[in-house]
């Protein structure tokens, strides 16, 4: 856990603390190592299969484990071959890559995978699904400060919906979207939240803060994040944690959150 001092926050009655889940290991990051864990143990040692695009943190995650668990790995990935650095690491790490058109992306049909590849689990993309969720859930026991928000990123909405599901009486989570139009994460959260059985009216989800959408900048959100670097000497990702905080920001100049707030990086 790591204090912000920031005179902004501070004016507005904001104690600002950075739960680092990113600090973890260069390849598997806290978050997704909390999201697969679960998935690890129902694959039960059967391949683990997964989804997701050639520049996909998750695809490396998944890899990554499955070399180090000595489990096998396959990614669907959507889109021609690529030479990314996720594709390679993946790749490095024995994962079968299996290319899909973008049609054939979004059918997501698990049919002719199954006669292709056997019995496999599957895992959704981004690590989407109730033993995802009861990973995330695990985070708020390990934070010991007493906080009253918790602010994270938006993507699938799966850490949204696990760390709602296990905060305590009077404490929030608000998550940021990173996508445009991601008002649907509303639902997306409510369907997780009950599927892992662990429903909660806790946390909202912000709309304003995705600069032109998934992956997408700003010069105001470049400002921001090279602002921040310097005044706190912490990198933001651009992709999500920039936008959470530029939010998280926004929202306690407007006096909309107070108190002690816990920001996740993942
Ligand atoms: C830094 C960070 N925050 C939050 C998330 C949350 O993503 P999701 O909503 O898919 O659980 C991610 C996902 O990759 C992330 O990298």
Same mark, same amino acid.
């Given at each position: 856990m790591q204090e912000i001092a920031d005179d902004r926050l501070a004016a507005a009655g904001v104690r600002l603390l950075l739960q680092?889940?990113?600090?973890?290991? $260069?390849?598997?990051p806290g978050g997704k190592w909390r999201k697969l864990k679960h998935n690890l143990d129902a694959a039960g040692g059967r391949p683990i299969l997964t989804f997701g695009g050639a520049w996909s943190n998750h695809i490396r995650a998944t890899a990554f484990l499955g070399h180090e668990r000595g489990f096998p790995t396959i990614g669907v990935i959507r889109g021609e071959e690529r030479p990314t650095p996720v594709l390679a690491s993946a790749a490095q790490h024995g994962m079968t890559l299996r290319y899909v058109t973008r049609g054939e992306y979004r059918a997501k049909d698990v049919a002719p995978l199954r006669d292709e590849f056997g019995d496999f689990h599957l895992v959704p993309e981004g690590g989407a699904n109730a033993y995802g969720v009861r990973g995330c859930a695990e985070? $708020? %026991?390990?934070?010991d400060e007493d906080f009253d928000v918790f602010c994270c990123a938006a993507g699938t909405g799966t850490m949204l919906a696990g760390v709602a599901s296990a905060l305590r009486p009077g404490q929030r989570a608000i998550g940021f979207s990173?996508?445009?139009?991601? %008002?649907?994460l509303r639902d997306d959260v409510a369907r997780l939240q009950e599927s892992a059985g662990a429903p909660s009216r806790n946390w909202s989800i912000e709309?304003?803060?995705?600069?032109?959408?998934?992956a997408r900048r700003t010069p105001a959100l470049d400002a921001f994040l090279d602002d921040f670097r310097v005044r706190h000497d912490v990198v933001l990702d651009r992709v999500y944690e920039a936008k959470m905080m530029y939010g998280l920001f926004e929202l306690a100049a407007r006096r909309e959150i107070t108190g002690t707030v816990v920001a996740l990086l993942a």
């Open positions: 680092r889940d990113d600090l973890r290991h $260069p390849e598997l985070l $708020p %026991a390990e934070i990173v996508l445009k139009g991601g %008002a649907f709309t304003e803060f995705h600069f032109g959408g998934y």
